[in-house]
């Protein structure tokens, strides 16, 4: 009986983690949120490189499209991730050919404690978060995920 219990409990858990996708089911407004808080990213000198081409990136929350011209940012644990062209130009600060420091813009941010997946707001891509990873807004309906000690690394 305890077994039953324990496999439907499990469900449960599952079809919450595969139906509610933080931007596109909800969108919660984090500042308002008592469990997040306001942080920044750190200047942290960072490679990045432009897509030639429409392409996918391999990121450590999942598959990714890129656009071609969007930067492909690779991370302080060789992560990589995509960003559009606009919102690299508005967020970076290139410090010399590829290579770009985050501007000091403030987001906030909370820790979760069940898995959960994230669609970013300029692809279909779904993002897989895990239980200690940090949801991230960036801006109205603009989410994103950082693992618990990529966070702690790269966050003030």
Do not use: C, H
Not at 73 to 90: L, N, R, S, V, Y
Request: proline share 6%; glycine share 8%.
């Amino acid at each position: 009986f305890q077994e039953v219990l324990k496999m439907k409990l499990l469900l449960e858990n599952w079809r919450k983690y595969l139906t509610e996708v933080v931007g596109a089911d909800e969108n919660p407004d984090l500042s308002q949120d008592s469990d997040a808080f306001e942080t920044a990213k750190k200047p942290i000198p960072l490679e990045f490189r432009v897509a030639e081409e429409d392409e996918t990136i391999q990121t450590k929350e999942g598959p990714v499209e890129a656009s071609a011209g969007a930067a492909i940012m690779t991370g302080t644990e060789g992560e990589q991730w995509p960003i559009p062209a606009d919102k690299f130009a508005e967020t970076y600060d290139v410090l010399e050919p590829g290579k770009a420091a985050k501007k000091d813009i403030p987001v906030f941010a909370k820790e979760m404690s069940e898995p959960f997946q994230v669609k970013v707001s300029w692809s279909d891509a779904l993002l897989q978060g895990e239980a200690g990873d940090y949801l991230v807004q960036y801006g109205v309906g603009d989410y994103g995920v950082v693992g618990r000690e990529i966070f702690r690394k790269t966050y003030k």
